[in-house]
């Protein structure tokens, strides 16, 4: 089975609107934490944000937020008021375990956003 | 404070040469990975080091791939008698001793195998 999943290939946003862009991942850890990552067309990976699975609040970064459904197995980003500089591709991540253990990340196949003026 | 540098960024080899990867950590970082990222897919662990120290190589290929972090000096990637499936771009990352865990990528070496 797939650690992480995202489903949307592709997703087109208008300029200053909201996006949301999903995840669903599987562990039976309780530990872990999940992060998304931005991959602009220059190729390099952009830590965005970051959520333990003891959090009890959805994490926050400017203008990423992250909604954080525990039950639902789900870490969907949103990104609001969205910005030309957003197309990129955008990776969820997770990491079993907590931070003492072997801490690989595990990625998803990626959504490539797409912002449009 | 730089980040995690990788060099080269481009890498040309023939089938059967050895591909020498490169990754320096950013500072005070004592943890690197390595992953490998194929065409419009997404990143794929390959091992995990400390100083001196493979902790977790479940990722990489048993034949013609290694690693190392050494005392001193950066990570090395090898891969031995290249083929075109390796073909890929290899990100390293690093992340510190404490903290939640987070990576921090390197720009990646994207090599190709003619």
């Known amino acids: 089975a797939q650690k992480i999943t995202q489903t949307q290939p592709g997703m087109f946003v208008q300029e200053k609107e909201a996006v949301t862009l999903d995840c669903t991942y599987d562990?039976?850890?309780?530990?872990?934490?999940l992060f998304w990552y931005k991959q602009p067309s220059s190729g390099e990976m952009i830590f965005l944000i970051y959520?333990?699975?003891?959090?009890?609040q959805n994490a926050t970064e400017g203008r990423y937020s992250l909604n954080f459904q525990k039950a639902r197995k789900s870490a969907n980003l949103v990104i609001s008021a969205s910005q030309l500089g957003d197309s990129a591709m955008y990776f969820c991540?997770?990491?079993?375990?907590?931070?003492?253990?072997?801490?690989?990340?595990?990625f998803g196949t990626g959504t490539r956003l797409t912002v449009i003026p | 404070n730089a980040g995690v540098m990788q060099n080269p960024r481009h890498l040309v080899r023939r089938r059967g040469q050895e591909a020498r990867l490169r990754c320096s950590p950013m500072?005070?970082?004592?943890?690197v990975y390595w992953y490998r990222q194929l065409p419009e897919e997404g990143l794929k662990f390959m091992v995990y080091?400390?100083?001196?120290?493979?902790?977790?190589e479940s990722g990489m290929p048993k034949e013609r791939f290694s690693a190392e972090f050494p005392k001193e000096g950066p990570s090395i990637l090898r891969i031995q008698q290249v083929v075109r499936g390796d073909s890929a771009a290899y990100f390293c990352?690093?992340?510190?001793?404490?903290?939640?865990?987070?990576?921090?990528f390197g720009p990646g070496t994207r090599l190709t195998v003619l």
């Open positions: 959520q333990g699975s003891y959090d009890q």
């Open positions: 080091l400390q100083k001196e120290n493979i902790i977790d």
């Open positions: 990352a690093s992340s510190p001793p404490v903290g939640a865990g987070e990576q921090f």
């Open positions: 562990t039976s850890d309780p530990s872990y934490g």
């Open positions: 500072k005070g970082h004592s943890h």
């Open positions: 991540a997770m990491r079993e375990g907590d931070r003492t253990g072997a801490n690989n990340l595990f």
